[in-house]
T-cell receptor
Framework: SAVISQKPSRDICQRGTSLTIQCQVD?????MFWYRQQPGQSLTLIAT?????????ESGFVIDKFPISRPNLTFSTLTVSNMSPEDSSIYLC??????????FGEGSWLTVV | GENVEQHPSTLSVQEGDSAVIKCTYS??????FPWYKQELGKGPQLIID?????GEKKDQRIAVTLNKTAKHFSLHITETQPEDSAVYFC????????????FGTGTRLLVSP
C-alpha cells in the first residue's frame, strides 16, 4: 500500500486568490494523479503528474488554472489559481504503486467564498 | 473514451443482509477495476480490485466479479454491518498504459441495525 499525506486538509479561500495543495507519499512512485470531487459528485481526473516532465491534463482542465509540479518521486503540488466559488471541491492526490494499484489521499477540502 | 455506469445510486439494507452494486464499462481495453469506499469527510479507500485476467476475487465479506464479455463488474458485500454504510465508487482504467481511472457515479449504501 501507500501512505499519502495532503496539506492543507481543509481551507476557506477568498475568490480571486490561489492555493497550493501538497501531496507527499511514503515511497517512490512513478505515477501521481490529481482528481477533483465536486460536492456530492464522483471523482474526475484533472491531470497526471510525471516526475521530470510537464503534467498531462484532461479535457476541461488547463495548466494556467491548475499548475502542477512534480519535483521528485515522492512529492507533487497542485495549485488552484484565481479561485471562484465553482472551484469549491475536494482535491485528491492519487498514486499508482509498483504493484499497479491506485491509492488516494484523504483529500484537501476547499471552500471558496 | 471510457464511460462507467453504476447502479443503484442508493441502497438500503438491513444489518446481516447482502448488498450488490453493479457497474458497466465501455472500453474493452480496460484492464483494472478497483472499488473504493468513501466515508463522510474522508478520501476514497481502496477495498478490493480485480484485473481483466481474473473473473472473481474475494476478501472476507467482500467479493468482486468481472464479466469481460458483457463489460460489467459487481461488488458483493455479505453479512453487512452498520459500519459498511458509506458511498462506494467503482472505477475502470482507461487502458492507455497506466492506471488513469474513470469513476462511476457512486452508490450510497445505508445499513440499518
Amino acid at each position: 500500500s501507500a501512505v499519502i499525506s495532503q496539506k492543507p486538509s481543509r481551507d476557506i479561500c477568498q475568490r480571486g486568490t490561489s492555493l497550493t495543495i501538497q501531496c507527499q507519499v511514503d515511497s517512490q512512485v512513478t505515477m501521481m494523479f490529481w482528481y477533483r470531487q465536486q460536492p456530492g459528485q464522483s471523482l474526475t481526473l484533472i491531470a497526471t503528474a510525471n516526475q521530470g516532465s510537464e503534467a498531462t491534463y484532461e479535457s476541461g482542465f488547463v495548466i494556467d488554472k491548475f499548475p502542477i509540479s512534480r519535483p521528485n518521486l515522492t512529492f507533487s503540488t497542485l495549485t488552484v489559481s484565481n479561485m471562484s466559488p465553482e472551484d469549491s471541491s475536494i482535491y485528491l492526490c492519487s498514486v499508482e504503486t509498483n504493484g499497479n494499484t491506485i491509492y488516494f489521499g484523504e483529500g484537501s477540502w476547499l471552500t471558496v467564498v | 473514451g471510457e464511460n462507467v455506469e453504476q447502479h443503484p445510486s442508493t441502497l438500503s439494507v438491513q444489518e446481516g443482509d447482502s448488498a450488490v452494486i453493479k457497474c458497466t464499462y465501455s472500453d474493452s481495453a480496460s484492464n483494472y477495476f478497483p472499488w473504493y469506499k468513501q466515508e463522510l469527510g474522508k478520501g476514497p479507500q481502496l477495498i478490493i480490485d480485480i484485473r481483466s485476467n481474473v473473473g472473481e476475487k474475494k476478501d472476507q465479506r467482500i467479493a468482486v466479479t468481472l464479466n469481460k464479455t458483457a463489460k460489467h463488474f459487481s461488488l458483493h458485500i455479505t453479512e453487512t454491518q452498520p459500519e459498511d454504510s458509506a458511498v462506494y465508487f467503482c472505477a475502470a482504467s482507461s487502458g492507455t498504459g497506466f492506471q488513469k481511472l474513470v469513476f462511476g457515479t457512486g452508490t450510497r449504501l445505508l445499513v440499518s441495525p
